[in-house]
């Protein structure tokens, strides 16, 4: 008898918190010595299904990345954390560059 959600890889059913690559094209990518984050946050309502979200636009992220001193873009992680099924989610672009 196995224990659902301890693979690490997938989302857990009461708290799940993950970190991925934004993108996996690492092909000569060098690491940026600054970083910043822009946080997105979801409510899922679980009767009706309504639910509501904040998307990233890519001129956000450029702004962002401004406000923090970077001006080239390295590469991005994503970290989401949600709990109960997803009811609330919240995700965390990580911005690298310099």
């Known amino acids: 008898m196995g224990i ?7 989302p857990g059913l009461i708290y799940t918190n993950i970190t991925r690559p934004y993108s996996r094209d690492f092909n000569h990518t060098p690491a940026g010595i600054q970083q910043c984050r822009l946080e997105a946050h979801q409510i899922k309502e679980p009767v009706t299904g309504y639910g509501v979200t904040i998307e990233w636009s890519t001129s956000q992220i450029q702004a962002a990345a401004r406000a923090a001193g970077i001006s080239n873009i390295r590469y991005m ?3 989401t954390i949600s709990f ?15």
Request: a neutral charge.
């Open 4 to 10: 659902a959600g301890c693979s690490g890889s997938g």
């Open 84 to 98: 109960i099924m997803g009811i609330y989610t919240r995700r965390i672009l990580i911005i690298y560059g310099d």
């Open 77 to 79: 992680d994503v970290q």
